[in-house]
């Protein structure tokens, strides 16, 4: 009997000193529960035979103000409505290379809040970093693959630079219609015109 009750103590106490080495291991709730991931989509890129004449479709057909780059919407963010933000949408040339090492059709562009610290929690998890964050005035960039080898851009917005950018360049929008990220001051990864 005491035998068997040594055994179911040193039992509960592995499994105690178990779970509380875990709980040391993993952030407080509190510090994840602070780190914003996600707050909205950035843009929507995906590769087409011919983004000219596909680009001319979605203008006849619904409405899009598109230009070279493809539109930009502009809407209200929901904590603030006087606060612009903008979403992306862009046909890019089928042998784009801006989607590398990806070799899907598509890239979807994530609007979040801390990119520094954001980076830092998806190295620590194992996640794949395609490169470092890369700043400009409208925003900071990084590049990331899922688990299934998509790639996403994350884009920290500076979404007053970003308007900024776009009255200067034309003023138009599908509520937007230029992509100041990709036309305006070059980056290390600019892609080709689509």
Excluded at 31 to 55: M, N, S, W, Y
Aim: glycine share 8%; proline share 4%; with cysteine.
């Amino acid at each position: 009997m005491k035998k068997n009750l040594l055994v179911c103590l040193l039992l509960f106490c592995s499994f105690g000193l178990g779970m509380a080495v875990t709980k040391m291991m993993q952030p407080s709730s509190s510090e994840t529960a602070t780190l914003k991931r996600v707050t909205g989509i950035g843009g929507i890129f995906f590769k087409c035979k011919d983004p000219l004449k596909l680009k001319e479709w979605y203008k006849a057909h619904l409405g899009l103000n598109t230009d070279q780059y493809g539109t930009n919407f502009e809407w209200r963010q929901a904590g603030d409505s006087t606060k612009k933000g903008f979403t992306q949408w862009s046909a890019f040339k089928e042998t784009t290379k801006y989607f590398l090492p990806s070799t899907r059709e598509f890239m979807i562009n994530y609007r979040v809040a801390d990119i520094s610290s954001l980076y830092t929690a998806l190295k620590n998890e194992g996640v794949t970093i395609c490169d470092s964050i890369d700043s400009y005035e409208y925003g900071k960039f990084l590049h990331i693959l899922d688990n299934e080898g998509n790639k996403i851009e994350l884009w920290e917005p500076n979404d007053e630079e970003y308007d900024k950018m776009g009255v200067k360049i034309n003023g138009g929008r599908t509520k937007g219609n230029e992509q100041q990220h990709l036309d305006s001051k070059p980056r290390k990864k600019n892609p080709e015109p689509h």
